[in-house]
């Protein structure tokens, strides 16, 4: 065997870390704009209340009651995205049934980002029910119902 053939595996581990290195450089960030999803969040609160029902499909206090409640329910800031923002990403997703890609676009986050936050709300939600929804209260039956022949 000679020299040379010993080399060329190192030849290719060697010209397979400069390919790497050159497309990582030339890479360009997908979220470039200055606007960040909490830009776009204090400019929802803080703005029209029309444009706030627009985008969230409620008033703002109705907005500041369910973050409350989510809130004392387990949704927690986290360290780059408070649970206020949390719930408006989750709220224009399904009020506008955003797609995962649309709303990390909308919001400058990645889709991982904003799927892990979907479900941190969902969470909130889904703990709030026992709360929420409980029995019928069968004592006092709607008379429609009770004098219905049917």
């Keep these: 065997m000679s020299d040379s053939d010993e080399d060329f595996p190192l ?19 997908k979220h470039v704009s200055a606007f960040t999803g909490r830009n776009r969040m204090l400019e929802l609160l803080h703005g029209h209340d029309g444009q706030f029902v627009e985008v969230l ?10 973050c409350s409640l ?4 387990g949704l927690q800031d986290t360290r780059s995205i408070s649970a206020q923002e949390q719930v408006m990403m989750f709220l224009t997703i399904v009020g506008h049934c955003d797609s995962n890609r649309r709303s990390g676009y909308e919001w400058r986050h990645s889709g991982e980002t904003v799927s892990r936050h979907f479900n ?7 703990s709030l029910a026992p709360r929420l929804i409980g029995p019928p209260d069968f004592v006092h039956i709607p008379s429609v119902i009770e004098n219905n022949p049917y």
């Design 57 to 66: 499909r409620l008033n703002k206090e109705c907005f500041y009651r369910l």
């Design 11 to 29: 030849f290719i581990v060697l010209l397979d870390y400069l390919i790497k290195k050159v497309r990582a450089a030339s890479r360009v960030p």
């Design 70 to 73: 989510l809130t004392e329910n």
């Design 120 to 126: 941190n709300v969902c969470s909130a939600l889904v």
